[in-house]
């Protein structure tokens, strides 16, 4: 018995369909879903989350991921309905509490239930309920400087270190960021993986305490200012009413000038003309978009670049680059950059490659040593840095770099 050509498609399509909506019947599959969010497919995931949620509308947990995944695409309104959905059936669910405390923070963007005093009250409860949790405590931070309970941000700090919230290899980065920095140096941050890490061992190891982390996001705010001000002591070039009056607005070239951006610039004209001490440096992970118009005032010094009047702000800090690497080991740097509690996809997926500027640090190092005839060190340091760059997390990033610096070693060397 023969089959023609038409009958086998219409049989193929028949089975093909069945297949699918056998796939379709499968049970949503924690895991899965779970996969998908820590990878940033939120709509993918959230498909998956809901599935779980009607399979078992009793689980608090799974109903609180399905929460953070609709916050996360910025269905707030869902995300809170959904997350007091989970409370209900455990009013202790920390995850629950802080969905709602995040959805409802001011400073995550504009909404018309926003409100300080309903994200610290549901902070509260979700350290309350399990402060062995790093998620609120990072939430908990932000909103203590907020509301002035700087004892509280300090504990915050602590917290993140002990609840093992911020892994070994970012904090072995934050210590690497603020080891090498001049004394009583502001380090401008541009995130959490840059900011919580080295803000967390200042506090935890009580190290380099002279130092003051500034993120630029959050001085875009009056009140952060003000704490950068009356509270680490980092006078501001604009007096009180001043800093009310500074509106965002665009340049010539049409690029937006922040309220961070223009007190950042106002202290780098005030250090020009000699009426500001502290030494002001710049975190590598910073945007390009902002150190370009400073670029050639930046010397290169490791983790961070220093500003300088100096035309030679160009030549590399070997000084300030060893002081960074000394004591940094690489077994410290090359586990895993997030730990496995962190509920954030973006530190998860977009963060781990910040380990990139500690082997550049080491490769710049060598090529100094190098031009310097210092062969040995030259070579240590180009070993070290090929040694990183094959462990850490994010993989190969900088082989021609290295290749090419030890090609010149060996030819030096002959």
Aim: aromatic residues 8%; contains cysteine.
């Amino acid at each position: 018995m023969t089959i023609s050509r038409l009958g086998f498609g219409v049989i193929m399509a028949f089975l093909l369909s069945t297949f699918a909506e056998c796939v379709q019947c499968q049970p949503a599959n924690l895991e899965e879903a779970l996969a998908l969010y820590r990878e940033n497919k939120l709509d993918q995931a959230r498909l998956l989350f809901e599935k779980l949620v009607d399979q078992d509308k009793n689980n608090p947990q799974e109903i609180a991921w399905l929460a953070e995944t609709y916050r996360r695409l910025g269905k707030k309104e869902e995300a809170v309905r959904t997350a007091r959905r989970a409370l209900e059936l455990d009013p202790r669910c920390s995850f629950a509490h802080t969905v709602i405390a995040d959805a409802s923070n001011p400073i995550f963007g504009e909404w018309a239930q926003a409100n300080s005093d309903t994200t610290w009250f549901h902070l509260m409860k979700a350290i309350e309920y399990d402060s062995s949790d790093g998620n609120p405590w990072i939430g908990v931070w932000v909103e203590a400087i907020h509301r002035g309970d700087f004892l509280m941000t300090r504990r915050a700090s602590k917290e993140l270190v002990e609840t093992g919230f911020l892994s070994k290899a970012a904090l072995a980065y934050g210590r690497w960021m603020i080891q090498g920095l001049p004394e009583k140096a502001i380090l401008i941050t541009n995130g959490d993986m840059d900011t919580f890490p080295p803000c967390a061992v200042q506090e935890a190891e009580s190290i380099r305490k002279d130092v003051v982390i500034v993120n630029r996001p959050l001085l875009n705010t009056v009140w952060y200012a003000r704490f950068i001000r009356d509270e680490e002591g980092v006078p501001l070039p604009v007096d009180d009413a001043g800093l009310q009056r500074i509106e965002f607005h665009k340049d010539q070239q049409g690029n937006l000038i922040t309220q961070s951006d223009q007190i950042i610039r106002g202290w780098l004209k005030q250090k020009a003309t000699g009426a500001f001490s502290r030494p002001v440096t710049v975190s590598a992970t910073v945007d390009n978009s902002f150190l370009s118009g400073i670029k050639s005032n930046l010397r290169f010094a490791g983790a961070f670049y220093e500003w300088s009047d100096s035309t030679s702000a160009s030549i590399p800090d070997t000084a300030l680059i060893t002081q960074g690497l000394r004591g940094v080991t690489l077994d410290s740097l090359t586990g895993p950059w997030v730990s496995p509690q962190d509920r954030s996809p973006i530190r998860r997926t977009a963060t781990k490659s910040i380990v990139r500027n500690v082997t550049l640090a080491a490769i710049v190092y060598g090529e100094s040593l190098l031009q310097a005839k210092r062969i040995s060190e030259a070579s240590y340091w180009a070993n070290w840095a090929d040694e990183l760059d094959g462990k850490a997390e994010v993989g190969r990033i900088f082989t021609e770099r290295i290749s090419q610096l030890k090609d010149s070693i060996a030819k030096t060397a002959r």
